[in-house]
């Protein structure tokens, strides 16, 4: 069966970094894209960024918002996807879920999403 | 977000509600919609996707439909369980980004 399943919660401080990872698993990784959103604490969902997974090179697209603070990469050999989010402020405190989308292309809709991961930025 | 839900709606055990989605012709206009339910303390989940859609699993009290710029959902036999935070999506051309709406919590009386 499909599984999504993130790294644990984090702590940082503002200005840091944080690197969250997603670790596939009961499918072909390379055949569907994942995608990254947050929830900030009573908020709705937002949508940072996806990845086309391939052995050769991947494709990213991020939300333009975040584009200059995030990076997505994958880990074929591991297939795992990781989400990569620098300059960190209090606003970024929020619940951080990869999904991986029924297809490659980053306008298919979300069939498996990952238990969340919790970001908490506080100095 | 792009697309604009009620903020909650209501009704008893077994009856019906439906949640509007509306957005533009750069998204839902143009593109199919899906929809997702969030249980209290849980990850989304896929219920409705390709406008109409059900994966396999979700029951058929689920619907959804398609008109213009705007998708509804729709859920008959209202159950406790039912009582969650339920999001329309959809990838929005011009933005080149996928979209979410505001969410809406619907609530079991």
């Known amino acids: 069966q499909v599984q999504l399943v993130q790294s644990g919660a984090e702590v940082k401080k503002p200005g840091a970094s944080v690197k969250v990872s997603c670790k596939a698993s009961?499918?072909?990784?390379?055949?569907?894209?994942v995608s990254w959103m947050r929830q900030a604490p009573g908020q709705g969902l937002e949508w940072m960024g996806w990845i086309r997974i391939s052995v050769y090179d991947s494709n990213t697209r991020y939300e333009q918002k975040f584009h200059d603070r995030v990076t997505i990469t994958a880990d074929t050999s591991t297939s795992t996807v990781y989400l990569e989010l620098r300059s960190l402020r209090s606003d970024d405190s929020a619940t951080y879920y990869c999904a991986r989308h029924d297809g490659a292309s980053s306008w298919y809709p979300f069939d498996y999403w990952g238990q969340g991961t919790l970001v908490t930025v506080s100095s | 977000s792009v697309l604009t839900q009620p903020p909650s709606v209501s009704a008893a055990p077994g009856q019906k509600v439906t949640i509007s989605c509306s957005g533009s012709s750069s998204n839902i206009g143009n593109n199919y919609v899906a929809w997702y339910q969030q249980l209290p303390q849980s990850a989304p989940k896929l219920l409705i996707y390709d406008n109409n859609k059900r994966p396999s699993g979700i029951p058929d009290r689920f619907s959804g439909s398609k008109s213009g710029t705007s998708g509804t959902l729709g859920i008959t036999g209202l159950q406790t369980g039912d009582e969650a935070d339920y999001y329309c999506g959809t990838w929005d051309s011009s933005l080149s980004a996928y979209v979410f709406g505001t969410g809406t919590k619907v609530t079991v009386l």
């Open positions: 009961g499918y072909t990784f390379t055949t569907n894209g």
